[in-house]
């Protein structure tokens, strides 16, 4: 049996005790102002400096709690080339701290351009990380292309099932002709393409986005998608618990990774209304406790010692 990037995920989770990823969705609206001397608002260019020099002081600050950091792509577009530059740069510095990335992009399109969006998320290139979110509901031309180049360059990927968003289920609830609901038949797919890509581990580099504001829909999707790693986002600020979490795991603690953007990213806000006027040391301590908070709360729930 060969090792896949399931194997990769299963292992860094094990060796820094955390199946924590924290999310980079970089909003100047809520940066402190020592990061933002000297940016010029106006320009594209100098914003996102800023960006990028707030995800490194992030980045220093989770390393030691996270498995991976999830940039979501919007928030770099936004910024055209100079975002993208940033998160380029990004990437590589996460990278260079022996963090997993995964590129939230969301993306998935006629198969010839699924290919071309796959070679620039999970191949070689600077905009590359180690995993991208996938959108599935084009059908299997839109999505094997992410799957082959995965597996060709040993990577891995989310497809979107159930998202955490209160809407979710107008589309991904929808009722089919023998009862099923639409997302139940798509993990059935999935596991048909999971099953066959097991690694040591017994999970497949294809995973599976679950919102944690979902838990009742994740234990149903579990018994349909037994060798998928969920990415499990929706935890904290959108309303998703510790507790919640439990059906997202297997007995050994395995088959989940758990996300958090603003509630770590930002928890700052949280500890005073001065925030804006908060120091670099006072920053960095409230983003590490938060992460090793949330890494904490994640692991008395993973390994099944919350009382209930
Ligand atoms: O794919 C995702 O990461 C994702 C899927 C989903 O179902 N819900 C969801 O919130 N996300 C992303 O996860 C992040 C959530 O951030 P917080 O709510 O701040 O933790 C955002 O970047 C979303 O785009």
């Known amino acids: 049996m060969n090792s896949n990037f399931a194997d990769r995920l ?40 800023a960006i990028y020099a707030c995800n490194t002081i992030i980045i ?81 031309d839109g999505y094997m292309p992410f799957i082959e180049a995965a597996q060709e360059n040993h990577k891995g990927l989310f497809l979107l099932l159930k998202t955490s968003n209160p809407s979710s289920y107008e589309i991904q609830d929808l009722k089919l002709e023998n009862g099923d609901l639409l997302y139940y038949k798509l993990a059935e797919e999935i596991e048909k393409l999971a099953s ?35 990415l499990v986002p929706g935890f904290g600020i959108q309303g998703g618990q510790p507790e919640d979490l439990r059906e997202f795991f297997d007995d050994n603690g395995h088959g989940a990774v758990i996300s958090s953007s603003r509630g770590v990213i930002y928890s700052y806000m949280n500890r005073t209304t001065e925030w804006k006027k908060i120091t670099l040391p006072e920053m960095i301590s409230c983003i590490t406790e938060a992460a090793s908070t949330a890494k904490d709360q994640i692991n008395v729930v993973r390994f099944n010692n919350v009382p209930i």
């Open 196 to 230: 066959q890509t097991v690694g040591v581990h017994d999970y497949s580099f294809i995973g599976a986005v679950v919102g944690a504001t979902y838990p009742a829909e994740a234990k149903q999707i579990r018994t349909k998608l037994p060798h998928s790693i969920f």
């Open 60 to 140: 220093d600050a989770v390393a030691d709690h996270v498995i991976a950091v999830k940039p979501q792509l919007a928030y770099y577009e936004v910024y055209g080339s100079y975002g993208i530059q940033a998160l380029e740069k990004t990437i590589r510095y996460a990278r260079s701290k022996g963090l997993i990335v995964i590129n939230d992009a969301k993306r998935g399109d006629i198969g010839s351009t699924s290919a071309a969006y796959a070679r620039a998320f999970l191949g070689n290139g600077a905009m590359s990380g180690d995993m991208v979110t996938v959108n599935p509901f084009l059908g299997s």
């Open 10 to 49: 299963i292992e860094e989770g094990t060796r820094k005790n955390s199946v924590l990823v924290v999310g980079l969705d970089p909003d100047i609206r809520y940066f402190p102002d020592f990061i933002l001397e000297g940016i010029d608002s106006s320009s594209d260019e100098s914003i996102a400096e």
